[in-house]
């Protein structure tokens, strides 16, 4: 069982459409929470971070952690065309390296 | 102010050939750190670097070399390249290891 499990999708929405984007995870030492956006043939790039339960909202985005449930989410209210991308899940728990773990992503198409 | 730099973007290689990926970031980052994608199989973390002449493995290190004899540049070697090392290569760096991620724009590589 992977630590991090993500639905993959793809995922299609019409333009305006409220787009909820899921992780669960296993390990309960996850401690910091991050949600990244990637473009095609782009690297990924920091959208949204938290470390503690409960919301935080930036402008559309609002990311949600529920660690007695050990699951989070990532909401995009009145989605655009140019959200359409791969959103990953990334968590990092406790110890020297402090890895971060990547859900495999979820492939978002908003369509105008 | 370029942020990470990854070349090349493309590369092909032959069973049993050996390169080198390079990355340099100029933001003065501690951390830098190896990653590959695979579909489905999200970012894997392959080598770290917590500071110049300090180096760790990650999750999927067999087959790869870095080394970190300045700040800014982080070189992955494929010593003998194999085909399960097809995949895209990002290179990312950060103030800390619980900051901030920036990420390169990945290499693509395909090993026949």
């Given at each position: 069982?992977?630590?991090v499990e993500q639905d993959p999708g793809p995922l299609s929405v019409p333009e305006g459409a409220i787009v909820s984007l899921n992780c669960t995870y296993s390990n309960s030492a996850f401690q910091y929470f991050m949600w990244y956006r990637q473009y095609s043939r782009k690297g990924p790039e920091l959208l949204m971070y938290t470390y503690s339960s409960g919301n935080k909202e930036d402008g559309r985005f609002t990311a949600q952690v529920d660690k007695s449930s050990k699951y989070i989410s990532l909401f995009i209210r009145d989605s655009q065309p140019?959200?359409?991308?791969t959103y990953l899940c990334a968590m990092l728990g406790p110890g020297s390296a402090r890895q971060l773990t990547f859900g495999s992503g979820t492939q978002?198409?908003?369509l105008p | 102010n370029a942020g990470v730099t990854q070349t090349p973007k493309f590369q092909v290689?032959?069973?049993?050939?050996?390169?080198?990926?390079q990355c340099?970031?100029?933001?003065?980052?501690?951390?830098?750190?190896?990653?590959?994608?695979?579909?489905?199989?999200?970012?894997r973390l392959i080598h770290y670097s917590v500071g110049a002449g300090?180096?760790?493995?990650?999750?999927v290190p067999n087959g790869y070399n870095v080394s970190r004899s300045t700040t800014e540049d982080f070189p992955l070697r494929l010593l003998s390249a194999a085909p399960s090392q097809t995949s895209v290569?990002?290179?990312a760096s950060s103030r800390g290891t619980d900051e901030k991620l920036f990420f390169?724009?990945?290499?693509?590589?395909?090993?026949?």
């Amino acid at each position: 069982q992977k630590e991090v499990e993500q639905d993959p999708g793809p995922l299609s929405v019409p333009e305006g459409a409220i787009v909820s984007l899921n992780c669960t995870y296993s390990n309960s030492a996850f401690q910091y929470f991050m949600w990244y956006r990637q473009y095609s043939r782009k690297g990924p790039e920091l959208l949204m971070y938290t470390y503690s339960s409960g919301n935080k909202e930036d402008g559309r985005f609002t990311a949600q952690v529920d660690k007695s449930s050990k699951y989070i989410s990532l909401f995009i209210r009145d989605s655009q065309p140019s959200d359409s991308a791969t959103y990953l899940c990334a968590m990092l728990g406790p110890g020297s390296a402090r890895q971060l773990t990547f859900g495999s992503g979820t492939q978002l198409t908003v369509l105008p | 102010n370029a942020g990470v730099t990854q070349t090349p973007k493309f590369q092909v290689l032959k069973t049993g050939q050996s390169m080198t990926l390079q990355c340099a970031q100029d933001m003065n980052h501690e951390y830098m750190s190896w990653y590959r994608q695979d579909p489905g199989m999200g970012l894997r973390l392959i080598h770290y670097s917590v500071g110049a002449g300090i180096t760790d493995q990650g999750e999927v290190p067999n087959g790869y070399n870095v080394s970190r004899s300045t700040t800014e540049d982080f070189p992955l070697r494929l010593l003998s390249a194999a085909p399960s090392q097809t995949s895209v290569y990002f290179c990312a760096s950060s103030r800390g290891t619980d900051e901030k991620l920036f990420f390169g724009s990945g290499t693509q590589l395909s090993v026949l």
